[in-house]
């Protein structure tokens, strides 16, 4: 086992013997850079910022990384960031972030977990919609703001902890009851250099009241070489009626590593519609806790894991229903090549109360490689008596027949397999509705094939 | 334009083609009948380059090149086309777009300019309509849900797209109704010219009534029994293959 003084040298991938949580040097480290930080960061001075943050320091201390021994983290290895040193984010400059969307919707960009406005256009925001930077709003102890803080979010896991321990800087969005939003696209950029490995814990804050309406298009990208680790944090609550459009695209360097949780309020008769579309870092573990919390609200957690190399990609969900008459839907895509392993965890949750749930899950994966894998453990706990919970899951090779039709007809092999993954992401990406955020994700499932076919 | 000599296939072990010579001039077609299993879909697939066959002797030659060591594309490319007995579904993959993904890689093969959507859904739109199939059926995924029929119609509509030098037709008849086969076999022959060769594998006398072929041949347990005019086809519909059979 590495010694506690060892010093990994960056980018360095060794999967060792779990050590114990008090050995890994990286959470001493993270926790003597809390200490160091805490009278530094926004927000410092105010009391129930500090001890938000004092909190989520201890939780960490505590359990420190988790480790395969525990359930929800059983097929997902965090040893490449047990064994990393990572350093402070230095401010970049001379970056100009390249736009995968030409849109002229407001934009915050974030380079390296902060807010830059610099970079952003958040001058055509409409009215009733407040649209900036945790930060900032910290620094001016901004009451709604502080009171938002871990209101949603599952705190007592180790990364959501740290991310409060640490968090600098983030997204705040807050909606008027009734507004519409229109679209508003987030672009979180790594530009960390080799040998340099940063982390970074960006808190997002989305609220919108009762009523409210808004497209958040959430983009995660990264120079080529940034080792960089993202542990975002995003805590959403929707209001009675109101309705989130949430895409989410992640695609960053193979250098790059990012956990995120979002954690999700849906209250009565709003909806909660998103789709996460991952393409990798070098290891994603993408977790949603959503929380079905007023009668007819409705979830809708789609997505597609496209991963190739030695990627690992892991979704890990938890839908609960707490009230009667709601409706969650899931179809998860993967679709694995070379030695890329895949992850799919999904627990849906039903509580006494929550009679007339409708809840679907499908989750279905194709093998690219024979060393490729994926790992799916799909969970139902239901308590009500009167619900309709259906789910399925299948694993699954390219069809030579389908292929071979293909070709007959003239397609090349590569071109012709291209048609095929894109089929096979065909019911899971068709379920976003907006047609030019649709061709979008489609081009991104294109650029990720010509990857793979081209050995990214 | 199309030569086969002395073919010889296995699959699983099995020697299904056992010595198949054949030859189709351009501007011929020609018919090939013959029993259940006797090997006439594995022809079609060996021609069109489908994995899991061995070829353990023999040679085609289809426009003075050697087939058999050409990828299934290139033979899509030089001119060849089968339309597949069991038409194969692919979900999710759009009828439009694979039909344009099809017709710009071909053209793309014979030096011709690649066609916008706009110019595809000129082309395409007509021959829909000549095929007695509706625009709906270019929205769907390629012949997922599709009736055994329409299946057909649809193999028909890639062959019209296409313009293939060389069509291999295996049973597109069975399944169809009976106006359906007059619509099928006026597009077919719609592409007969002079410069162009086909193959058509059938069961039945009625196709060839429309579709009427230069040449009918046997075939019965990897062999090519028997080769005739029209009127062999006619035979065999009321005699059935039993004769053919006890002297094999
Ligand atoms: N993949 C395979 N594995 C094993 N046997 C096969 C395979 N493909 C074909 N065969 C066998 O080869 C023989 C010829 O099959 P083929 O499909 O070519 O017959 P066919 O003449 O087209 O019959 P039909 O008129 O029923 O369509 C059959 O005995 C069949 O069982
Ligand atoms: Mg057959």
Redesign the pocket.
């Known amino acids: 086992m590495a010694s506690s003084r060892r010093r990994p040298e960056a980018g360095m991938v060794e999967v060792l013997d779990a050590p114990a949580p008090a050995a890994s040097t990286t959470v001493a480290q993270l926790l003597d850079r809390a200490r160091g930080l805490a009278d530094r960061l926004p927000g410092a001075r105010n009391p129930a910022v500090a001890a938000w943050r004092a909190r989520g320091a201890e939780t960490f201390a505590c359990q420190g990384f988790p480790t395969r021994r525990e359930e929800a983290w059983k097929y997902t290895d965090l040893a490449l960031l047990r064994e990393t040193r990572f350093e402070e984010p230095i401010l970049a400059t001379d970056i100009t972030p390249p736009l995968s969307r030409e849109g002229s919707e407001p934009r915050l960009v974030l380079i390296d977990g902060r807010v830059r406005h610099d970079l952003s256009a958040i001058g055509g925001v409409t009215a009733g919609v407040a649209i900036g930077s945790l930060a900032d709003a910290l620094q001016k102890q901004d009451e709604n703001t502080i009171a938002g803080l871990g209101r949603l979010a599952p705190e007592t896991l180790p990364l959501p902890a740290l991310n409060a321990a640490l968090a600098e800087d983030g997204v705040v969005i807050r909606l008027a009851d009734g507004v519409d939003g229109g679209m508003i696209h987030l672009l979180s950029y790594a530009t960390a250099r080799a040998g340099h490995p940063v982390a970074f814990h960006p808190r997002h804050l989305i609220r919108l009241g009762p009523g409210a309406r808004l497209v958040l298009i959430e983009e995660a990208r990264g120079e080529a070489e940034a080792f960089a680790w993202q542990n975002a944090v995003s805590e959403v609550l929707l209001g009675p009626g109101a309705r989130l459009t949430h895409i989410r695209l992640l695609d960053e360097p193979l250098s790059a590593v990012h956990t995120a949780m979002i954690a999700v309020r849906v209250e009565e008769g709003a909806e909660y519609d998103s789709f996460t579309l991952i393409k990798g870092a070098r290891l994603t573990r993408n977790e949603v806790h959503a929380v079905l919390s007023g009668p007819r609200a409705a979830l809708h957690l789609n997505g597609a894991q496209l991963v190739d190399g030695s990627r690992h990609v892991d979704t890990t969900t938890v839908i609960e229903h707490a009230a009667p008459d709601c409706a969650s839907r899931q179809t998860v895509k993967t679709v694995l090549a070379g030695r890329a392993r895949g992850v799919f965890q999904s627990k849906i949750l039903v509580h006494r109360a929550a009679q007339k749930t409708d809840g679907y899950q499908m989750n279905q994966a194709l093998l690219l490689s024979p060393e490729a894998e994926i790992d799916a453990k799909p969970q139902l706990e239901i308590y009500a008596d009167d619900v309709k919970c259906s789910h399925g899951a299948t694993v699954g090779e390219l069809d030579h027949d389908a292929l071979f039709y293909l070709r007959s007809r003239g397609i090349a092999e590569a071109e012709a397999k291209s048609l095929l993954v894109q089929g096979f992401l065909d019911d899971a990406v068709s379920l976003v509705a907006d047609p030019g955020l649709r061709e979008q994700l489609q081009a991104e499932t294109v650029a990720w094939w010509q990857r793979v076919e081209h050995g990214g | 334009m199309l030569k086969i000599e002395g073919l010889k296939v296995s699959?699983?072990g099995?020697e299904?083609l056992r010595g198949i010579d054949l030859e189709v001039p351009a501007g011929e077609v020609h018919a090939i009948m013959?029993p259940?299993?006797?090997?006439?879909?594995?022809l079609g697939y060996v021609l069109a380059g489908r994995e899991?066959y061995e070829v353990t002797a023999g040679s085609v030659t289809f426009r003075g090149r050697d087939l058999l060591a050409m990828e299934p594309e290139e033979r899509a490319a030089a001119g060849l086309f089968l339309a597949f007995?069991y038409p194969v579904e692919l979900p999710g993959v759009g009828n439009a777009n694979f039909l344009r993904q099809a017709l710009n890689a071909v053209r793309r093969a014979r030096g011709e300019a690649e066609l916008d959507a706009v110019q595809f859904l000129k082309l395409v739109r007509g021959k829909v309509k000549a095929l007695g199939m509706t625009e709906e059926m270019l929205k769907r995924a390629v012949n997922v849900g599709y009736s055994g029929g329409e299946k057909k119609r649809n193999e028909i509509l890639q062959m019209a797209i296409l313009e293939p030098a060389f069509c291999i037709l295996d049973?597109t008849d069975s399944g169809l109704d009976i106006d359906a086969l007059k619509i099928v076999a006026e597009g077919v022959n719609a592409l007969r010219s002079s410069d162009r060769g086909m193959l058509v594998i059938t069961?039945y006398q009625r196709l060839l009534d429309y579709i009427v072929p230069d040449r009918v041949h046997v075939l019965l347990a990897g062999r090519i029994v028997q080769s005739g005019g029209p009127e062999l086809a006619r035979a065999l519909e009321a005699k059935g293959y039993g004769e053919l059979q006890a002297a094999a």
């Open positions: 699959v699983e099995k299904v013959g259940n299993g006797s090997g006439k879909s594995t899991g007995q049973e069961h």
